[in-house]
């Protein structure tokens, strides 16, 4: 079986952007064990700007794949 990689919809990152203009979001951030973000809002900032441009390139959507991670932490702190 082919595994086929989801290429977001412009929609989509519209969608995933106005979330992240919606919440609150921490100043700094430890992703995971070997990821610290000093500074989430240039750090989101610069990755959408990233996933504006690499959206339709499949071997580029490591920028897409942090701000979902991201998504998920702040998802998982609210609860």
């Known amino acids: 079986m082919e ?3 989801h290429l977001y919809t412009e929609e989509e990152l519209k969608t995933l952007f106005k979330w992240f203009d919606a919440q609150v979001l921490p100043d700094t951030m430890q992703l995971d064990n070997a990821t610290y973000i000093p500074d989430v809002r240039e750090t989101l900032s610069r990755l959408k700007d990233q996933a ?12 897409i794949i942090l701000l979902e991670r991201i998504k998920a932490k702040l998802e998982n702190k609210k609860n």
């Open 3 to 5: 595994y086929v990689r």
């Open 52 to 63: 504006v441009l690499c959206r339709e390139n499949p071997k580029m959507q490591g920028c």
